[in-house]
């Protein structure tokens, strides 16, 4: 592993490269990238990135923020085929009728969406700002959120907007059930509980805190709390025990594990980097139009 630890980096410097990697990744690929963050700490990155060639190990539709935000770069995702199921359970095609019907709202579209239907939201959001970006939208008659009815539910009760969702989900966050939490709770009853807005409403009820994966590794930080359950895939316990040696960290389910994210391999990394493979690039005709919702987002 050394070795190709060793090789990432020379190759890595000859190439211009920066390595992102998302919360969830596996804990040598966390520990190879130059950042690890969450979906909102990631894209500013690699906007503002200085780096010729960004090596995105993450989920697809991550990577192709990071190509909407930086034309002139080279995004390499180092296995084309980790895509998001939930980015799938929307296309554009299904958001044009759902605009169709309600012609006044306005459309926020989760991060978690393919850059065709970034195309025609509105405004972009990440868990990170879901809540602020609808306050924002006080005047809005109407608002359409997609494509997370977990999210999308989390947002309304917090914001007392009434929102009209679809009926998208993480297959990875269903997996935590309430039960698991009052299990945990049980077994260690001076843990805080941390649970990601994609969990069902039983399980955020559950909670004390409802937080990004960004925003988990703060609270971590500064609660105070000596022992966490973690309602959130299970990738993240390795940055959280890295960074907080002395507390004790406890995944709600241990069946929260996004397969997708586990794909991106060190060696693949590496190969990645070797044949500068797999470029993401969206077509410029969908990236114009899709940059303006993630302008607006990250504009907040
Ligand atoms: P974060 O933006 O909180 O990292 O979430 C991304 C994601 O895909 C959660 O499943
Ligand atoms: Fe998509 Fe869920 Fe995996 Fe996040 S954890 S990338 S929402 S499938």
Redo the contacts with the bound molecule.
């Keep these: 592993m050394q070795d190709i630890i060793k090789e990432i980096q020379r190759l890595k410097k000859e190439r211009n490269a920066v390595i992102l990697a ?1 919360n ?1 990744q596996l804990p040598e690929v966390q520990d190879a990238a130059d950042f690890t963050g969450d979906s909102l700490e990631l894209s500013r990155i690699a906007a503002s990135s200085k780096a010729k060639v960004v090596v995105f190990c ?2 697809h ?1 991550m990577a192709e923020t990071a190509s909407i935000l930086c034309p002139d770069k080279t995004v390499l995702i180092p296995d084309k085929t980790a895509g ?4 799938n359970m929307i296309t554009a095609t299904d958001l044009l009728e759902l605009k169709k019907r309600h012609p006044k709202a306005v459309v926020i579209g989760y991060v ?1 969406t393919s850059a065709e239907v970034k195309r025609e939201v509105d405004i972009s959001c990440t868990s990170t700002n879901a809540v602020d970006v609808v306050l924002k939208l006080k005047d809005a008659e109407e608002i359409i959120f997609i494509p ?1 009815k977990y999210l999308s539910d989390y947002v309304s009760k917090k914001t007392g907007r009434r929102l009209i969702s679809w009926d998208g989900y ?4 269903v997996k935590i059930l309430p039960e698991d939490i009052i299990r945990q709770i049980r077994l260690h009853p001076k843990a805080k509980v941390m649970v990601h807005p ?1 969990c069902t409403g039983e399980v955020i009820s559950l909670a004390d805190a409802v937080l990004s994966t960004g925003k988990m590794c703060k609270y971590a930080k500064e609660s105070g709390a000596k022992e966490l359950i973690v309602g ?2 299970v990738g993240i316990i390795h940055r959280l025990k890295k960074e907080n040696p002395e507390k004790k960290f406890y995944p709600a389910s241990e069946l929260a594990v ?1 397969p ?2 586990k794909k991106i391999t060190l060696e693949k990394v590496l190969w990645s980097l070797q044949d500068l493979k797999e470029v993401v690039k969206v077509p410029d005709e969908i990236r114009k139009k899709a940059l303006r919702g993630i302008e607006k987002m990250l504009a907040f």
Excluded: I, Q
Aim: glycine share 4%; aromatic share 10%; net charge negative.
């Design positions: 998302h969830y993450g989920v539709f998001c199921p939930m980015a978690n997370d993480c297959p990875t966050h994609e959130t895939e996004c997708n994210m």
